[in-house]
């Protein structure tokens, strides 16, 4: 075993698009568990955009960094030892352990993950919170029907292939738009969507209204800003929009102004804001449907793994500059021998 | 009897916000009616923002201006003459006449009007479209709870005080914002809202802050730009938004810019578009729940009434600036003798 807890800290709030100087490294003793708490080693660490909202000290997120710090971030881990009644030695969990090898928990906010479903790298992607936003986004509030046309954006990242399959799974039309043709390909063959737009190729307004000659019905935005605005620009009548993530904002020191509205008013459409902490409650139901697409092989997903938590301000970096294909994922320890 | 028919004519598009040199005056025969039609002689003429838009030969309204035609817009006028088997002369109708003293129909679209339920100028305000448009809006789409913060924008107007009185009359704590410290005082001590922000003193969000302690449970706009920004900025969880008219926008060349949608996602709130054609259906309903209130002497409102059709064009350019203070009507001929 190893004698000491490498750890990714945070150094400075970027400007603009984060770059790995913003971040530092260190290594401090592992922690030893108290009664009730256990110890982990961190086996993925998720990378997610939501972390640069983090590092701008943002109020919308209960984590507040300090400079020195340990990044904050969703793991899966196993448990090294345990004085917590609920958890044992070699159980594997999701955790926030954060970027670093080894952590304790409480316990709370911790989920359990059984190895026979699915791999269990899909605990932190498509069978974790970003395939809960997926699911619940699309299931419970962007609710496409039978034939819609459903348009979903970063679609090949986890959040967007879950939405994408579930609609199709729906009977929706699917469309995707990604940012390169290779991960619209992707989108095609593997995921199954019925066409993909590459926003990158430009007129990405008309790109959409030649993909969705009768409108778009729903859509899940995972990244504002222009393509939103494209969108708003293609609705059919009665469009759903469902707001989730604004990439392109976290980079940002000012909030940039919206889309104009008017086509919102002209479709009679609905724009609702999603955060998935809201929908907790549906981590079962989520996870007992998705589970059972992916026992069929009828749910895919593209996972972009980095070796090594030294690597993972650079994988951060990619990630924040939509240069990852797939899940953002660091390797850091073995994965548990079961 | 005229021996006339006089009629206000649409000249060119505006810049901005029109003027009265952008409309002409005519005078043409009276038409007579063919089987199936029937003549009328407008009382009143309604005064609508929307109008700034079908001038702009937008095209999200079936209406279409060429120089020279008589201005559209929706009247209150009593029948003349008669070959249509459902109207007879003597009754008064909501019908468009558009900006004239005389007009043909062939009876779609129009409603009786039963002139011992309320004055009958009420059939172009709050019990007319501009009724229909704050009653859905609320009833239907916005949804205040009891308890719940209730905003409206324009709050004077025919559309705002009824969607603010029917907020009230669910229960809820009703917060108006107008343009002068004189119409506040109306809506709160008239309309019965619970406060009232002006939003030409500065500073609105913190005044709508300072109003809406517990945030903004649901808002009607009826102006967009930045009132509409300033709710963002001030809503409770799970707020609900009803996009309904952006009069700022309707005298620009291109679309402004909508407010930074971070504040959405935040509140998890809803914004849906409203356009009041969807909802023809429920004037029947609005009509018999409104109609009873102001048997009851429980809902308000005033109108701002220019007396002559020749002035029909200054009193437009004054609604467009906000100038008016009530439903804007133009009072065309004599009431009937009823």
Not at 297 to 311: I, S
Request: with cysteine; hydrophobic share 40%.
């Amino acid at each position: 075993m190893k004698s000491g807890n490498k750890r990714i800290i945070f150094l400075r709030s970027p400007r603009g698009l984060p770059v790995p100087e913003d971040f530092g490294i260190d290594e401090t003793a592992i922690p030893q568990p108290n009664a009730g708490q256990f110890l982990s080693r961190t086996v993925y660490l998720s990378l997610d955009p939501y972390y640069r909202n983090v590092m701008k000290n943002s109020q919308i997120y209960a984590d507040r960094l300090s400079p020195g710090d340990a990044m904050v971030g969703e793991t899966v881990a196993e448990i090294v030892s345990s004085k917590h009644l609920d958890f044992k030695a070699g159980d594997v969990v999701a955790v926030r352990n954060g970027w670093q090898q080894y952590g304790l928990s409480d316990g709370q906010g911790v989920r359990k993950i059984d190895p026979s479903v699915a791999p269990i790298a899909t605990a932190l992607g498509v069978l974790g919170m970003p395939g809960l936003t997926g699911y619940t986004g699309t299931v419970h509030l962007a609710q496409p029907l039978p034939g819609q046309t459903f348009v979903v954006s970063a679609c090949t990242g986890p959040v967007g292939s879950t939405a994408g399959q579930v609609a199709r799974h729906m009977g929706a039309r699917v469309v995707g738009i990604a940012g390169s043709k290779e991960k619209c390909t992707f989108a095609v063959s593997e995921l199954g969507f019925d066409a993909c737009v590459d926003y990158r190729a430009g007129d990405l307004r008309g790109a959409l209204k030649a993909a969705c000659p009768n409108g778009i019905d729903a859509y899940f935005d995972n990244v504002g800003g222009s393509t939103l605005e494209a969108v708003t620009l293609n609705l059919a009548m009665g469009a759903r929009i469902v707001l989730c993530g604004m990439i392109e904002a976290y980079s940002m020191d000012a909030p940039p102004p919206g889309p104009w509205l008017g086509p919102i008013v002209g479709a009679r459409a609905t724009m609702k804001g999603l955060v998935v902490y809201d929908h907790m409650n549906r981590m079962q139901e989520m996870t007992r449907v998705i589970g059972q697409w992916i026992k069929e092989d009828r749910f895919r997903w593209r996972e972009d793994v980095t070796d090594g938590l030294e690597h993972a301000p650079e994988a951060f970096c990619r990630l924040m500059q939509g240069q990852n294909f797939g899940k953002a994922l660091v390797k850091v320890g073995l994965a548990p021998s079961h």
